[in-house]
């Protein structure tokens, strides 16, 4: 079965300093993991994802994650945190139906 | 490009009426369309998967008699919420796909309110 696990409810970081959303996942075969944004009484926005290749996936508004097979992990990060980057991500794993499974959610807060 | 819309972006309805929301892929032709629901500060529950031309498939725990999918074009699915109670109170994601297994993309959500 497919999981994914984010370990914070919330992150709380200043602005200018960088910042990371944790993500932890299971899966049978090959995973496919996305990032996902969502503000307020709105729907999801992409933010990148792994399908193969680099380790370092770079994606949008300067956020990238990085996979790690051996812990099964799959961190956003960004170098560089600003107020507007305070919202709910979600980490998700897509399996071989196209079904997708998302994390709890981490709520980021960014203070000035 | 991959934009999906869904309509109304709110509702507010009585107990027992019920309530039709579209979702609509506006710049490509979407085979799949999923169904999630996202309770308040939870994440989002995949509800159904709709493909155009033939009947949805329901997640465990989902009624099909309560949450009617109908997916008659390839550019629109329609949720309707029949005989909606107040803990149907929700929002509501579409998300569409050009095949089974491409990327998806999601609608901006629909706020359900039963009064």
């Known amino acids: 079965a497919q999981s994914v696990a984010q370990p914070e409810d919330q992150v709380n970081v200043a602005e200018g300093n960088p910042l990371t959303v944790k993500c932890t996942y299971s899966?049978?075969?090959?995973?496919?993991l996305f990032w996902y944004v969502q503000y307020p009484n709105r729907g999801l926005q992409f933010l990148l994802k792994y399908i193969t290749g680099d380790n370092l996936v770079k994606g949008s508004y300067g956020f990238e994650a990085e996979f790690n097979k051996s812990q099964t992990s799959f961190h956003l990060k960004k170098p560089s945190a600003l107020v507007s980057d305070s919202a709910l991500y979600f980490c998700?794993?897509?399996?071989?139906?196209?079904?997708?499974?998302f994390g709890s959610g981490t709520k980021l807060n960014v203070k000035p | 490009g991959a934009v999906v819309s869904q309509h109304p972006s709110w509702v507010i309805c009585k107990s027992g009426t019920s309530v039709k929301i579209e979702c609509r892929s506006l710049?490509?032709?979407?085979?799949?369309m999923f169904w999630y629901r996202q309770f308040p500060k939870q994440s989002l529950m995949l509800m159904a998967t709709s493909n155009e031309g033939s009947k949805a498939t329901y997640e465990q725990g989902v009624e099909k008699d309560k949450f009617l999918i109908n997916h008659a074009s390839l550019t629109l699915s329609t949720l309707t919420v029949t005989s909606a109670h107040p803990e149907d109170s929700s929002f509501y994601i579409c998300?569409?796909?050009?095949?089974?297994?491409?990327?998806?993309?999601f609608g901006p959500g629909t706020r359900l309110t039963v009064l």
């Open positions: 899966v049978s075969g090959n995973p496919y």
């Open positions: 998700a794993v897509r399996d071989g139906f196209n079904k997708f499974y």
């Open positions: 710049d490509f032709q979407a085979t799949t």
């Open positions: 998300s569409a796909s050009v095949s089974y297994y491409n990327e998806q993309f």
